[in-house]
Every structure is written in C-alpha cells, then in structure tokens.
C-alpha cells in the first residue's frame, strides 16, 4: 500500500502525479522504477517534511525578509544573502520525527548512497534547474545521512537558484525541495543520453559516454565520446572518440560534496583513446532511450550508467532545449578565419570582446554582449551567461553544463575547444559559431539565406487538420505560437495533481467550488492561448489507483487488481454525479470567456453509457451546438463493434486513443517489458479497427481523430489515417510541423490518384 503524504517515501510508492511531494527527479525515479526501468534502488524525503521543517524552525518569516528586496543581478548581494539563508537552515535543529524516519529508511537500504535534491519546480518540460541544488555522493551512516538532507534543503538557496527562480518568477518559499537518497552505482562507465539530437532537433539520439562516475560528463570536467544513432534502425551513423587522461572514482572520504568524495585517477594509456562503449552496448542503450521517450511521450535527457556488466538510468527528464526554427538558414561566412574547433552546443551567432574567467568570483566581469570563455561553466557561472553573446569553453560535450544552459538561454556555444582560455587574449573581437562549432577571428560578415524548414513562415496548407496533445499549462503559449490547428487532447492529469486534492475529499471538506475554480484556472490558460481554435478537454480520466494518490484518496479509493479496466472514465460520471458537476462547472466558468472549450468523454463502455453523459451536460446547461462539441474517446474495443450505435447517441466527434485500444485488442499491457515489442499500433488487428471507425464516421459526417501515441511515432501509420478520411490528427509538441509534412503529401499522392 502507498504511503502518500508520508515525510519518506520509497521509489516504488510514488510516480509522476506525486511531483509536488517528491520533485521533478524523485517522480521520475518512481515513475521508471514501476515501469521496471533499472534504476537504482532508494527513497525519497518528501516536501513535506522540508516544510514541516521551515514551520517548526520559524524560518519562513526571516527567509521571505531577506529575500524581499534583492536585486538577484547584482551578485555580491546575491551571495550574501544566499550565505545568510543557507546558515540558517543548516544551523536550524531538524524536527526529531523526520530525523528517525531518514535513518530507518538508510537503515533498510544501507551502505553507499548518493543524496541528490529534487526540486518541485525541476525536471519540467518547461525549466531545466541543471544542477542548481546541492549532490552528495560516498555518503555512509545514518547521521551522515541526516547531515546531507539537510544539506540539499540549504542549497534551494544556493545563489544559482535564487537567481534562477526570480529569472523565472517562482515564489522562494513556495517551492519545495525533496531529497533522493539511492544506491550509489560505482560506474565503469557512465554518461549522458539525449533522446532527440539537441543541437540541430534531429531525430537522433546521442549519446556521450566517459570512463568513470558520470558527474565529469554533467560538469564538462572531461570531453566525452560522441556517438550518434539513427532513431528509425537503430544503426550508428557518427562517432567522435574523445582522449580521456584522468576519471573521477569514489574516494574514500564521504560526507562532502561531489568535488570532495570523488578523486581523478589517470586512466592507462593503452585505455585513453578507445571506445568506451561497444557497438552493440551503443545501440542497447538507445533502444532502452526510445524506450523511456515513449513512456513519457517528450524527448528525454536521460543520465546512465554502467556497473560490473550492468545497465542502470540513473535519473531522466524531458529535454527543455529544443528550439523549433521558424526558418531553416543557409549561412554565408565570408573570409572566416577560424581560429579554434570544438562541439556545436548553442546553435546561432555570436560576436564580442573575449572575457576570461577562470574563477566564478570574477563573473562580474563579464558584462551585456561578451563572449564569456571558461574552461568549463557550473550553475554559479548564470548570471554571466545570461548576459553573455556568446559561450567557448575548454571542456566538455553537447550535454555538459554550458551546453544545456546555452540552449535554454538561446546563446550561441561551443564546447570542448581544448584550449581557448589559453589561445584566446581578454578583449579579442571573435564570432562564435555553435551551429558548426566553430570561433572565428574577428566580426564576420554574414549572408542569411532563408529556405524551407520543419516550421516555415509560410504555412503549409492541408484538408486534415493537426491537433496537439497537452497537459501543461506552462506549455500552452508557447505550442499555440506554432502552425497547430488546435488542441485535440487537453488531459487533466496534470491539473488535477496540481490542485492535490480527491475531489469527494474536498466536497466534505466544503471546498468544491474551490476544486471548480482551480480546475477553471487551469483550462482557461489553454482556451486563452488557443482562442478561437478549439480545445477538446478529455473529461477527468483517472484510474483508483491515481485518485488514492490525491489527499484524503484512500478513503474513497478501494484497491483494484487492474485499475486499468477497472472504475475509471464515463462510468464514473454515471455513478458520482456530484463530482462530475464540479468538473462541468468549471468547463462552463471558462466557456463564458472563451466559447473554443469543447468536451470529450473517455473511456466509454457502452452506448448508454454514453448516453447518460450527454445527459448529464444537457441538464447542466452545456447542449451541442455550433461552438459547443462533443466528442467521445475510441479507446475500447466495444465501440469498434458499436461505432454505429455509438454515433446514433448523437455525438460530434470521435477521437482513437490507440494507446488503450491496442492494448485491450493485442491483450498487452504496454509496460511490460517482456511483451514491449509485441506492442505495435501498426499490427493488423488494430489497423481493422481503426479503419472501420474512421470509415463508419466519414460515412455518418462524423469528425474523427487520433490522439494516441501512434502518429507521433509512425508515419506512415499517419498516411493510412489521411487515406482512411480521419478528419484531424492530434500528435505530440516535437513532432507537429513534421506530421503536417506528412499530412501534405500523403493529400497530395491521394489526389493525383484520384
């Protein structure tokens, strides 16, 4: 049984819905453990004991004061005050409670761990904290335990990460911190994955690998081997071997931070300059990345490693880099003269006056329009960065430090020059190049050439229309900016964790309006952001197992052997009718804005099922009507066999989740690692079905669509759909302008051979 809410919590007790009480990295660790990635075994200290903790010090009051009116750009200040707040919480007593629940949890897990922080405002889509909070690695013994938590809760105040949430607008003292305390894995070997090739957006996974514990790879301490796979065979298509001198190994110190409980050992000679991983270690590991990309359905920057033969991810999270261009460049450099060579990590230009900073005290240096060069970056190196046109560094591969940070600030870089801090002089007029990984001497002159690309200024026009699926608010804006027709699944997952609360648990407690209001909040950032295209909300579809998560859910909740095809979706609306009530009001709150709010209903066993849904909104005011649809999710196999009694219910518009329905037609549960390649939305079986629903509504002048996984994954499943008539398909962010490629010519074929 779960222990939600608990101040330590173990791997296997939580997933990606319990984000506000273990952080980004501690949701991610659950969410692979139960899906039987090989992760390191470990538990989490929850938020709530960090702020049982700022509670019992009185600590809040004196944080909030000193924060109140810092400039986080001046950096002297910044670190005063950092210093200020990270004695008071290290000084502070921790309460005696969470103390003996930590050691009890050590106790069972025992011998090395490594605690790592786990923000609740990290390892999002949308920010990227890199390493902003503190790690400790080696660490032995209970009150050596205790010490390193409260050594992570002082570091959601490190300078970095103060300057880091006011860049972002995050409350200090609302964000949370949790703590991940896991097995060590004493790597061989080890390094970094990026599940979409980072710099140019390919589909390609790259891969860099080190000898040694992973952090050299993080920090940019060493250049990494370079290898890059095709994401459609499998078949390596780059290697670049990089010649490593030293690696970094446990000491035998512990208790201190990473530079301190790790030692460079050199590596043999014979060793430097080989491979540090085989062919067939290369594609095995891409194969486990596509698989984790799939799971969570975006991109992944996943961190591995490997221990005495064995393949272990260490933490993944989704890549917040990517950069979609509105246009693709042909670059004219005229009389370039380069003057020095190394990893492409930011794509663009850059031009300045070369500043040197070999010490993160003399960051201030650097001023608006500088090239800052550095033999590798850390998190105190931002607030330079920020104002920097242009990153070199020494050291380092596409996934190091400088790298990550350049491409979420949009500042040209490049890395792993070997030697610009000393080749470069203080003052020197360069162009930085982090497109080809390139400096130049000197401005260089440029000629742009515009060209088509995957997001072109002029639209490429089709008949079926692109959907997006999304979930998060934060997402909302930027994905509306796009050539995206609309929103084809909205899911309320998110929201839901969000508000944190069971919906009956709140009714008791006289807080339903409160869930409506927030559950409103939520939809109208969408709706907003769409306006006037449509948004079609998938109505609250969580299994018992999911609701149990939510506060005061145990109550409500009872255990299920298969939540999967148990109590869920549309037979929930026909049974608590009250709940369902609060989710129609808040549909309704946004539609008396934004009249592109329309609703689709999951999980439909049968026609009267759904009958009763249509009903229930009729009663409560939301009727069909020209701006007003409603749809109805394919996702088991009986509204294949009843699509057409289905459609008599009078509805406007279907929508596939091939997801289930391939599950429930192949009999497969889709984590299943033994069975993952039997899992196949292109098998024949499925494929019958998704022909006939999609033939049965073009027939009925139903609009149909997709909103599984399938056309995100498989092109030419999407030429099948548009053959088929599909009316619409709904895909995820990072594949949306390559589908309408798709889209347009698989219209285009169909014509000439009409």
């Given at each position: 049984m779960k222990k939600k809410r608990a101040n330590v919590v173990w791997f296997m007790e939580v997933g990606k819905e319990d984000l506000p009480l273990v952080g980004g990295k501690g949701a991610n660790l659950g969410e692979l453990t139960n899906l039987e990635i090989p992760v390191p075994p470990g538990f989490i200290v929850t938020t709530k004991s960090y702020f049982h903790f700022l509670d019992e010090s009185?600590?809040?009051?004196?944080?909030?004061?000193?924060?109140?009116?810092?400039?986080?750009?001046?950096?002297?200040?910044?670190?005063?005050?950092?210093?200020?707040?990270?004695?008071?919480?290290?000084?502070?007593?921790?309460?005696?409670?969470?103390?003996?629940?930590?050691?009890?949890?050590?106790?069972?897990?025992?011998?090395?761990?490594?605690?790592?922080?786990?923000?609740?405002?990290?390892?999002?889509?949308?920010?990227?904290?890199?390493?902003?909070?503190?790690?400790?690695?080696?660490?032995?013994?209970e009150e050596e335990v205790v010490a390193a938590v409260q050594g992570c809760w002082a570091s959601l105040f490190e300078p970095r990460a103060i300057f880091y949430r006011a860049q972002h607008a995050l409350n200090h003292i609302k964000v949370g911190i949790a703590v991940v305390v896991q097995r060590m894995v004493q790597s061989k070997r080890s390094g970094v994955m990026f599940t979409r090739e980072p710099v140019t957006n390919d589909e390609k996974i790259a891969i860099e690998a080190v000898y040694g514990l992973g952090e050299a790879v993080v920090s940019g301490g060493v250049t990494p081997d370079l290898y890059l796979v095709d994401k459609k065979n499998f078949s390596i298509i780059h290697k670049m071997i990089a010649r490593q001198e030293w690696q970094l190994t446990k000491s035998s110190k512990g208790n201190t931070d990473i530079e301190e409980t790790n030692v460079q050992l050199p590596i043999s000679e014979e060793l430097q300059g080989k491979q540090k991983l085989s062919d067939r270690e290369i594609i095995a590991l891409a194969k486990l990345g596509t698989k984790i990309e799939k799971l969570y359905q975006f991109p992944q920057d996943i961190e591995w490693a490997r221990e005495d033969g064995k393949l272990y991810i260490v933490q993944t999270r989704p890549i917040t880099t990517l950069k979609m261009l509105e246009t693709e460049q042909v670059i004219e450099l005229s009389e370039a003269l380069i003057i020095l060579n190394g990893s492409p990590a930011g794509p663009g230009l850059g031009c300045g006056p070369v500043k040197i900073v070999l010490d993160t005290a003399k960051i201030d240096g650097v001023k608006k329009g500088d090239i800052l060069v550095a033999e590798m970056t850390t998190p105190d190196f931002v607030p330079a960065m920020k104002r920097a046109a242009g990153i070199v560094t020494d050291r380092g591969g596409r996934t190091c430090h400088a790298a990550i940070v350049s491409r979420e600030l949009g500042i040209p870089c490049v890395v792993g020059t070997g030697d610009a801090t000393q080749k470069l002089k203080s003052d020197q007029v360069v162009t930085v190049d982090g497109s080809r990984g390139k400096v130049y001497d000197g401005k260089v002159e440029v000629k742009v050439t515009e060209t088509a690309a995957p997001v072109s200024k002029t639209k490429i026009k089709t008949h079926t229309k692109v959907y997006v699926n999304l979930a998060e608010p934060e997402l909302a804006e930027k994905v509306a900016a796009r050539d995206v027709d609309g929103v084809g699944l909205l899911r309320a997952e998110f929201m839901i964790a969000q508000i944190g609360e069971h919906p009956r648990h709140m009714i008791e407690e006289g807080k339903g309006e409160e869930f409506a209001v927030k559950l409103a909040q939520g939809l109208t950032t969408f709706a907003k952001a769409f306006n006037p295209r449509p948004v079609v909300y998938r109505t609250t579809d969580f299994k018992t197992n999911e609701y149990r998560n939510l506060k005061g859910g145990q109550k409500y909740e009872e255990p299920e052997e298969n939540p999967m095809l148990g109590y869920r979706g549309c037979s929930r609306?026909?049974?608590?009718?009250?709940?369902?009530?609060?989710?129609?009001?808040?549909?309704?709150?946004?539609?008396?804005?934004?009249?592109?709010?329309?609703?689709?209903?999951?999980?439909?066993?049968?026609?009267?099922?759904?009958?009763?849904?249509?009903?229930?909104?009729?009663?409560?005011?939301?009727?069909?009507?020209?701006?007003?649809?409603?749809?109805?999710?394919?996702?088991?196999?009986?509204?294949?066999?009843?699509?057409?009694?289905?459609?008599?219910?009078?509805?406007?518009?279907?929508?596939?989740?091939?997801?289930?329905?391939?599950?429930?037609?192949?009999?497969?549960?889709?984590?299943?690692?033994?069975?993952?390649?039997?899992?196949?939305?292109?098998?024949?079986?499925?494929?019958?079905?998704?022909?006939?629903?999609?033939?049965?509504?073009?027939?009925?002048?139903?609009?149909?669509?997709?909103?599984?996984?399938?056309?995100?994954?498989?092109?030419?499943?999407?030429?099948?759909?548009?053959?088929?008539?599909?009316?619409?398909?709904?895909?995820?962010?990072?594949?949306?302008?390559?589908?309408?490629?798709?889209?347009?010519?698989?219209?285009?074929?169909?014509?000439?051979t009409a």
């Open positions: 009185g600590l809040r009051a004196k944080i909030r004061e000193i924060l109140k009116k810092l400039d986080p750009e001046d950096s002297k200040k910044l670190e005063k005050s950092a210093t200020r707040i990270k004695e008071l919480i290290t000084n502070a007593r921790m309460p005696q409670n969470i103390e003996n629940e930590i050691k009890e949890a050590y106790a069972k897990l025992g011998g090395l761990v490594a605690v790592r922080s786990s923000a609740t405002a990290e390892d999002l889509p949308e920010a990227s904290f890199a390493g902003q909070q503190r790690t400790f690695l080696n660490i032995q013994g609306y026909i049974r608590e009718r009250d709940i369902f009530k609060l989710e129609i009001e808040a549909i309704k709150q946004v539609r008396e804005m934004y009249k592109n709010l329309w609703v689709m209903i999951p999980f439909v066993r049968t026609p009267a099922e759904m009958a009763g849904a249509k009903d229930l909104l009729a009663a409560e005011g939301l009727h069909q009507s020209q701006d007003f649809k409603l749809w109805m999710m394919v996702e088991v196999p009986s509204n294949v066999f009843l699509i057409d009694k289905f459609l008599d219910v009078g509805i406007d518009g279907i929508s596939i989740g091939s997801n289930d329905l391939t599950q429930l037609i192949l009999g497969i549960d889709r984590d299943s690692q033994k069975l993952a390649e039997q899992f196949d939305e292109r098998d024949p079986a499925v494929l019958m079905a998704l022909e006939r629903v999609i033939k049965a509504t073009a027939k009925r002048g139903v609009t149909s669509s997709i909103c599984g996984q399938a056309p995100s994954v498989y092109p030419e499943l999407t030429e099948k759909l548009v053959e088929w008539g599909i009316t619409s398909v709904s895909v995820n962010p990072d594949v949306l302008e390559k589908t309408r490629e798709i889209i347009a010519a698989a219209e285009q074929r169909l014509a000439k």
